[in-house]
């Protein structure tokens, strides 16, 4: 049998935790895919698996053959694509994390016109606010607001967002309007951090900037969701410019504190240093910063 491919079977057994779902996967039975762990075991010399009536766990070969196959799977996934580079004929798929607001009103009408552009290639887009690991979880790249503080990982700006601050004329029309950050203590102040009070800053005409702790009884983990809450007169949101701008000009949403100014963020497209040669990476991140850009400059 093919090494190559019994060490993929392999490691995604260790994945998967099972024979029948890697055969469901690969369309082979089984039986097939308990072969290819037997052949790998006998080139080795011994056991990768304990096996039990319930589970099965790797033994320390095992674990130790793990490293290596990911790293060799790794080496190989990186020579493939830098003969992609070579060919300028990118292909295969590429795995993705995004923000759940940011990928659903931003980046997913944006796809289409990449994989377009580039017919050989997939998108496995994972929308989810958490941070993900890229190289455990087997992501190519990630987008996120936060810089890296990791060596192992490229941060490339993708988009700076600004941000404002406003509610609907009922609701202040019931609780008042804020006059200073600090009037915002006895607001219900719109966030996702639920369990934990939201921090948000503000700079003065003077420089000075200010931090001021917030609360809301209405917790909502989605941007697009806090806004729709605002409109109906729940509280008070901070969103991106570009999406109140039009509610600000229709007047179903009136802009707060308007002489100070909240920090802007920067949002960052991520991946591993270790692909930075990876031409379907860099493409993407070309596109997404080419696209965004003209949609800013548009805007």
């Given at each position: 049998m093919d090494r190559l491919t019994s060490m993929r079977i392999f490691t995604r057994?260790?994945?998967?935790?099972?024979?029948?779902?890697?055969?469901?996967?690969?369309?082979?039975?089984?039986?097939?895919?308990?072969?290819?762990?037997?052949?790998?075991?006998?080139?080795?010399g011994g056991?990768?698996?304990?096996?039990?009536?319930?589970?099965?766990?790797?033994?320390?070969?095992?674990?130790l053959f793990l490293a290596r196959c990911e790293r060799v799977l790794e080496e190989l996934a990186l020579t493939e694509s830098l003969t992609q580079?070579?060919?300028?004929?990118?292909?295969?798929?590429?795995?993705?994390?995004?923000?759940?607001s940011f990928g659903h009103q931003r980046l997913v009408p944006l796809l289409p016109a990449f994989l377009d552009r580039y017919p050989k290639l997939e998108v496995d887009l994972q929308l989810t606010p958490r941070w993900v690991d890229l190289v455990e979880e087997g992501f190519d790249a990630a987008i996120r607001t936060l810089r890296p503080q990791d060596e192992a990982l490229i941060a490339r700006p993708l988009l700076t967002q600004n941000y404002r601050l406003c509610a609907a004329p009922d609701y202040l029309a019931r609780h008042g309007v804020p006059r200073h950050p600090a009037d915002l203590a006895r607001h219900q102040c719109l966030h996702g951090?639920?369990?934990e009070h939201e921090r948000w800053q503000f700079v003065g005409e003077d420089g000075q900037s200010e931090e001021v702790r917030v609360a809301s009884r209405l917790h909502i983990n989605h941007w697009p969701a806090?806004?729709?809450?605002a409109l109906a007169g729940a509280g008070i949101t901070l969103q991106p410019a570009?999406?109140?701008?039009?509610?600000?000009?229709?007047g179903r949403l009136f802009p707060l504190l308007s002489h100070y100014q909240t920090p802007a963020k920067t949002l960052y497209f991520i991946?591993?240093?270790?692909?930075?040669?990876?031409?379907?990476?860099?493409?993407?991140?070309?596109?997404?910063?080419?696209?965004?850009?003209s949609e800013s400059e548009a805007e």
């Open positions: 057994v260790v994945e998967l935790g099972s024979y029948s779902a890697v055969a469901s996967e690969q369309g082979i039975s089984a039986q097939m895919v308990g072969k290819h762990v037997q052949g790998l075991e006998q080139w080795l056991k990768l698996f304990h096996k039990t009536t319930r589970q099965q766990a790797l033994t320390e070969l095992g674990l580079n070579l060919l300028a004929e990118p292909a295969g798929r590429l795995r993705i994390a995004a923000p759940l951090n639920w369990g806090l806004l729709t809450a570009e999406q109140v701008r039009d509610h600000i000009t229709t991946y591993p240093a270790a692909r930075r040669q990876v031409l379907k990476i860099t493409l993407l991140g070309d596109f997404l910063a080419e696209s965004l850009q």
